[in-house]
């Protein structure tokens, strides 16, 4: 079984240019997750999809960044403009169920490594 | 905001020795889950409880849950060099959409596991 793909996987920018990340996820996997990791922390929840809806983007700065699911399978992540504390991995990762239901492991990609200098 | 929080932080052990990791969560929980990661690799899932489980086994790891103290513990037991990595539970939480659950994670506990 494929596992969660992402691109690029390392990227370096200037603040205040844009940049997007792509993800697909396992095929079938219902639950998409985008997840922000800066360094010596844990993931933190930017949006989470269910099929091609978004079902919690609280923790997402909505003024600079953005997501979408297409047809409820691959993903990009965008940021436009970019800070320098958006320096960070990206994580994508699915699961088979939503969240609530049985299979709710969820599986990662290796992430993109973002630096905005 | 995170909801998870593991103790300690960081923990440097033996090789063969067990290693015990803890977790403390504020909200009540569907599951929790602990992952692992590898420097500079991505998350890989090791074990779910169920919020109505109190024990659950998987090779040389063994999770303990007790909802009431709101606390969880990852025991890796005859611990080995590769097992040196960072580790995280994951809470499966109420979110903000109606209905709906998210997966939160903490900051996790750097192991080290000397040869």
């Known amino acids: 079984e494929a596992g969660v793909a992402q691109s690029p996987r390392y990227k370096i920018i200037e603040k205040r240019q844009s940049v997007a990340f792509w993800c697909n996820p396992i095929s079938g996997h219902a639950t998409l997750y985008w997840y922000q990791q800066i360094l010596g922390q844990g993931p933190k929840l930017l949006i989470q999809?269910?099929?091609?809806?978004?079902?919690?983007d609280s923790q997402l700065p909505k003024d600079r960044f953005s997501a979408e699911r297409l047809k409820g399978v691959d993903s990009t992540l965008k940021i436009q403009p970019a800070k320098l504390e958006d320096s960070a991995v990206y994580l994508c990762?699915?699961?088979?169920?939503?969240?609530?239901?049985?299979?709710?492991?969820?599986?990662f990609g290796q992430g993109t490594r973002l630096t905005v200098v | 905001s995170q909801q998870g929080e593991e103790d300690p932080q960081a923990l440097s052990i033996q090789e063969g020795e067990n290693a015990t990791m803890n977790c403390s969560y504020k909200?009540?929980?569907?599951?929790l889950q602990w992952y692992r990661q590898n420097s500079g690799r991505g998350l890989v899932h090791l074990i779910l409880?169920?919020?109505?489980?109190r024990e659950k086994h998987s090779g040389r790891l063994r999770v303990t849950l007790d909802t009431s103290k709101k606390s969880s513990s990852l025991l890796i037991t005859a611990s080995r060099a590769a097992d040196t990595a960072s580790y995280f539970c994951a809470t499966e939480i109420t979110g903000t959409g109606a209905g709906s659950y998210q997966l939160t994670f903490g900051k996790g506990t750097k192991l080290s596991v000397i040869p």
């Open positions: 909200t009540s929980i569907n599951n």
């Open positions: 999809f269910q099929n091609n809806g978004v079902v919690d």
């Open positions: 409880i169920r919020s109505n489980e």
């Open positions: 990762a699915s699961s088979l169920d939503f969240p609530g239901q049985l299979n709710t492991e969820a599986f």
